[in-house]
């Protein structure tokens, strides 16, 4: 699949991500409850991974102790028909390129259905990297924002929601909003927007502008944002966005969504030149974020007028963007808004799982009412005592290790951290999605004012614009944070103001513009870590802790204590705890 994407379509931009996501995955459900999920990446160390998942189908199966021929159900995110590929075509017919452009490109483009993305490419692709090949009969094959819609129902609980989703694209659009009633999901058909007119591909755009990776790197551009307020007036909001009365949106200049340079030329014109400074580049990001905000606010109170539901889940890349995700909510009328921890692709595999479940024949209410629970997403491989002695061995002479109980383990951390020292912690199932939530986690006190600079430069090799995200126990989170209607925020996506008389008691944790991205623990959901940020603020008064994930850039999310030890011993990490083990440095 790699050489026909680099031989046949190098020349126009179109790549994987274009056509088939990226964040490989794979997850399992066992009579609707999810029992394994993981990301391809925290296998195969290759971040945001577009290859075949085949380390994470291993695993899920291994895990749940059943084979193929046990599996009842086979669900892919995507479902690329041949509509699908003749709508495509006409929009290259249509499209102002030069008319042998169009005629290769169209060959290519049924080429790469044929061989890569068509149900029958698909299956063949499986056989071949699975030795199985699914009988047709237990396949589905789940639109990739009904997947993403169906990530946010399941995860939250399956409750009555509405919904919206927005992305890069789909296999036709880019956003769309909608209702899942009882299982049953209603896509609002006016409501649907097409790629060309993507909010996540023109923030993409944007990204590589200011010299970033596309699909990657969005996150330093918020971080960015933060640095400046949006120019006033705002061009892409008043030149280029434009709002119509059905609650949709388009731009004036449409993207061209296989080629990401499209509009750099634009930004000139709105921005000036690009420069390599830290002002030029906060604007520009300032400006973008504003347009993002004012786009999905339009979307959703259009939504609230289209339904009766007071739930609201929002799926999708572009859910990611937490500086959205507050105002967003706070500017409603829904009384509850739900981002989940697999709200970008690497959730869709749960979501196209749940959706094949919940729309099989033999799935009644009383299965729905059974597995209907939050769920947690601390789903993937955990490793024990024998297999963390195992990878300490091949470190042996290099590190000295402490092995504790869990209460030993609590205080000795807690006296560690009120110190000005960085410290990895790994423990349990690892999470699933973006995000570190405890499990795979690097920790600091966030009560010196340098534990930023020390932590981006030491140890995780990033620009020092960026900021760190917070621990806080969720019964002291609206005391400490301005949380409006929020009451807690578990998974890392909405950022809050920081309360005016704490921003100096938290210095490491609040971003230039006084906010912080938090994640609120609780005793169910992390009972080891919520009792360390207890022990840690009885003995500083300190009531967070800085959480980051446990990688240095460019590198995925550790997975087992292998991963963790070269991760340690690779940084100025100062000590490590890997399950009940505490370890230094030789």
């Not at 008319?99 to 061989?115: I, N, P, S, V, Y």
């Not at 692709?125 to 990739?144: E, Q």
């Not at 920790?443 to 010196?448: D, E, I, V």
């Not at 400490?480 to 209607?485: C, L, N």
């Amino acid at each position: 699949m790699s050489e026909f994407f680099s031989e046949r379509l190098g020349a126009t931009g179109i790549n994987k991500h274009y056509l088939l996501g990226h964040d490989a995955a794979a997850a399992l459900l066992v009579d609707g409850r999810l029992v394994a999920a993981v990301e391809e990446e925290r296998l195969n160390r290759e971040k945001k991974t577009t290859d075949f998942p085949t380390n994470a189908i291993d695993w899920c199966l291994n895990e749940a102790g059943i084979t193929f021929d046990e599996v009842d159900l086979f669900a892919f995110p995507w479902n690329w028909t041949p509509q699908v590929l003749e709508e495509i075509q006409d929009g290259i017919r249509n499209s102002p390129m030069r008319e042998d452009a169009k005629t290769r490109l169209m060959g290519d483009m049924a080429d790469l259905f044929d061989q890569v993305v068509s149900h029958e490419a698909i299956l063949a692709d499986f056989a071949a990297r699975t030795g199985h090949r699914p009988d047709p009969a237990k396949v589905r094959f789940v639109p990739h924002h009904l997947a993403h819609a169906t990530t946010g129902y399941y995860l939250a609980g399956m409750k009555d929601s509405a919904f919206l989703v927005s992305d890069g694209r789909a296999e036709r659009f880019s956003t769309l909003t909608g209702e899942i009633r009882d299982g049953k999901i209603t896509v609002f058909e006016d409501s649907v927007i097409g790629a060309q007119y993507s909010m996540g591909t023109l923030f993409s755009s944007i990204t590589r502008f200011l010299g970033f990776v596309p699909n990657n790197d969005e996150y330093k551009v918020m971080g960015l944002a933060g640095y400046t307020t949006p120019p006033t007036p705002n061009p892409f909001v008043e030149h280029l966005l434009t709002l119509h009365a059905d609650g949709r949106y388009s731009f004036t200049k449409p993207l061209q969504t296989d080629n990401l340079h499209s509009h750099d030329a634009l930004f000139e014109e709105y921005f000036g030149p690009f420069e390599d400074t830290l002002a030029y580049k906060a604007r520009v990001a300032a400006a973008a974020q504003q347009m993002l905000n004012v786009a999905t606010a339009h979307q959703v109170s259009h939504l609230e007028k289209r339904t009766d539901l007071d739930r609201l889940l929002f799926e999708g890349g572009v859910a990611l963007n937490c500086l959205n995700n507050t105002p967003l909510f706070e500017g409603s009328r829904f009384e509850d808004m739900q981002v989940s921890f697999g709200a970008s692709d690497t959730g869709i595999t749960i979501g196209a799982a749940a959706h094949a479940w919940l729309n099989h024949p033999g799935t009644g209410p009383a299965d729905i009412l059974a597995a209907a629970a939050p769920v947690t997403p601390y789903v993937g491989p955990a490793y024990d005592d024998a297999a963390i002695e195992e990878a300490l061995e091949g470190f042996a002479g290099r590190v000295m290790v402490s092995r504790l109980d869990d209460d030993e383990v609590v205080e000795q951390v807690a006296r560690l951290l009120t110190e000005k020292v960085v410290i990895g912690w790994f423990e349990g199932r690892i999470e699933h999605g973006p995000r570190a939530l405890g499990h795979r986690s690097i920790l600091a006190n966030p009560g010196f004012d340098d534990i930023k600079d020390i932590i981006n430069t030491r140890v995780k090799h990033r620009e020092p614009f960026r900021p760190f995200a917070p621990l806080v126990l969720e019964e002291q989170a609206p005391k400490i944070f301005d949380m409006g209607r929020k009451t807690s925020s578990p998974y890392m996506t909405f950022v809050f103001p920081v309360r005016d008389d704490y921003r100096d008691r938290i210095p490491g944790a609040v971003h230039v513009d006084g906010t912080s991205r938090i994640q609120t623990l609780t005793d169910e959901g992390t009972p080891r870590l919520t009792a360390l940020l207890r022990r840690f603020t009885e003995l500083t008064d300190v009531p967070c802790l800085i959480n980051t994930s446990f990688n240095v850039a460019g590198e995925p999310i550790v997975c087992t204590p292998t991963d963790a030890l070269n991760c340690f011993m690779g940084t100025e990490i100062d000590y490590l705890v890997l399950g009940n083990h505490l370890i230094a440095k030789s």
